[in-house]
């Protein structure tokens, strides 16, 4: 198995840990500290199939990381697990200097082990709220559908998400493997998801084709998860810059989980020089060891961009984000004090 290669290198008081950010591209699930893994099986009388939990975060493939994905949901059961987990994931982002995050939740995992929706929400909720009055982390949530489900259950979760907090909830997503799947059926998803006032996006150019962004992109997508390859297909590019359409770029998940093979390969840079509105995120922080100012670091040393321009793309999280112009003017400014 590979050795995750232990990217956390930005150091407590370096420029970039201290810079504030906004993190659009985080699952909650992925923020899971190993010893609240360890902790709350025990609790659960959970066998999480490890001797070291340590030894659950290491994998080379997005299959191997989906099963170890799926043994820390089997360990969220009660309002409290979920509360404990945005609580965490609150602290260790202020840590990372974020302000502001858009963070995924994906309940069809969950849901797959007969936890209720209502079970995680509550806790998610209580979390969000007390990790913002404790670290200062203000979280809004997307549900993250799974794609390989299909169509079927996702309109389901949207019905469900029709009728929460919207202060909260903004969004919809879809996670998960691309293989295999032909992203044109998510279509009436994204647009009843938009009929009911919530903005959208997917994760797809991650371990799929270019094809994939193109089909979310024709049905509509407010925001693209990874888009890694996008620069494969110029036209689509083209469009992709004409209009704006975020990405929310992983570049260590992509090299974790084999996307590409190292930093220095990832396409982040020419993206960006193609006038890609890019951003920077973690993904999975804690599967991956590291947080989002390692990220800053990372990139920062892989293409020689110097802090002036980490501070654009910085910035360019907030011009991404599904804040209303007024808020994001707030953050700028907060950003510029
Ligand atoms: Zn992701």
């Given at each position: 198995?590979?050795?995750?290669?232990?990217p956390?290198?930005?150091?407590?008081?370096?420029?970039?840990?201290?810079?504030?950010k906004?993190?659009?591209?985080?699952?909650v699930?992925g923020?899971?500290?190993?010893?609240?893994?360890?902790?709350?099986?025990?609790?659960?009388?959970i066998?999480?199939?490890?001797?070291?939990?340590?030894?659950?975060?290491?994998?080379?493939?997005?299959?191997d990381?989906?099963?170890?994905?799926?043994?820390v949901?089997?360990?969220?059961l009660?309002?409290?697990?979920?509360?404990?987990l945005?609580?965490?994931?609150?602290?260790?982002g202020?840590?990372?200097g974020?302000?502001?995050?858009?963070?995924f939740?994906?309940?069809?995992?969950?849901?797959?082990?007969?936890v209720?929706?209502?079970?995680?929400?509550?806790g998610?909720?209580?979390?969000?709220?007390?990790?913002?009055?404790?670290?200062?982390?203000?979280?809004?949530?997307?549900?993250?559908?799974?794609?390989?489900?299909?169509l079927?259950?996702?309109?389901?979760?949207?019905?469900?998400?029709?009728g929460?907090?919207?202060?909260?909830?903004?969004?919809i997503?879809?996670?998960?493997?691309?293989?295999?799947?032909?992203?044109?059926m998510?279509?009436?998803?994204?647009?009843?998801?938009?009929?009911?006032?919530?903005?959208?996006?997917?994760?797809?150019?991650?371990?799929?084709?270019?094809?994939?962004?193109?089909?979310?992109?024709?049905?509509?997508?407010?925001?693209?998860?990874?888009?890694?390859?996008?620069?494969?297909?110029?036209?689509?590019?083209?469009?992709?810059?004409?209009?704006?359409?975020?990405?929310?770029?992983?570049?260590?998940?992509?090299?974790?989980?084999?996307i590409?093979?190292?930093?220095?390969?990832?396409?982040?840079?020419a993206?960006?020089?193609?006038?890609?509105?890019?951003?920077?995120?973690?993904?999975?922080?804690?599967?991956?060891?590291?947080?989002?100012?390692?990220?800053?670091?990372?990139?920062?040393?892989?293409?020689?961009?110097?802090?002036?321009?980490?501070?654009?793309?910085?910035?360019?999280?907030i011009t991404a984000?599904?804040?209303?112009?007024?808020?994001?003017?707030?953050?700028?400014?907060?950003?510029?004090?």
């Amino acid at each position: 198995m590979a050795t995750n290669s232990a990217p956390k290198i930005a150091a407590p008081d370096s420029p970039l840990r201290l810079l504030p950010k906004v993190e659009l591209h985080c699952h909650v699930e992925g923020t899971a500290r190993v010893q609240t893994v360890a902790e709350l099986a025990a609790h659960h009388g959970i066998d999480i199939g490890v001797a070291d939990p340590a030894d659950l975060y290491e994998y080379e493939s997005l299959a191997d990381f989906l099963a170890a994905f799926g043994t820390v949901c089997s360990v969220l059961l009660e309002p409290n697990d979920f509360h404990r987990l945005a609580y965490e994931a609150a602290e260790d982002g202020a840590k990372a200097g974020i302000t502001y995050r858009e963070m995924f939740f994906s309940p069809g995992f969950h849901l797959d082990r007969g936890v209720p929706f209502e079970t995680m929400w509550q806790g998610l909720v209580a979390g969000v709220a007390e990790g913002e009055a404790d670290f200062g982390v203000r979280t809004r949530l997307i549900l993250d559908i799974d794609k390989p489900k299909g169509l079927g259950p996702a309109m389901g979760l949207l019905e469900v998400a029709r009728g929460l907090d919207r202060d909260l909830l903004i969004g919809i997503g879809g996670d998960s493997t691309e293989r295999g799947l032909d992203h044109r059926m998510f279509a009436p998803l994204m647009a009843e998801a938009k009929n009911i006032g919530l903005k959208t996006c997917f994760h797809c150019g991650e371990d799929g084709p270019a094809d994939n962004i193109r089909h979310m992109v024709e049905a509509g997508i407010d925001r693209i998860d990874h888009g890694t390859r996008l620069l494969e297909d110029p036209e689509l590019t083209k469009r992709v810059v004409d209009e704006q359409i975020p990405l929310t770029n992983c570049p260590t998940s992509n090299v974790e989980l084999s996307i590409v093979d190292t930093l220095a390969d990832h396409p982040f840079a020419a993206q960006r020089d193609a006038g890609v509105l890019v951003t920077l995120n973690s993904d999975d922080p804690a599967f991956f060891q590291f947080d989002l100012a390692d990220e800053y670091e990372r990139v920062s040393a892989a293409f020689g961009l110097d802090h002036a321009a980490m501070m654009s793309i910085r910035d360019a999280a907030i011009t991404a984000s599904w804040l209303d112009d007024s808020d994001k003017a707030a953050l700028r400014s907060d950003f510029a004090s």
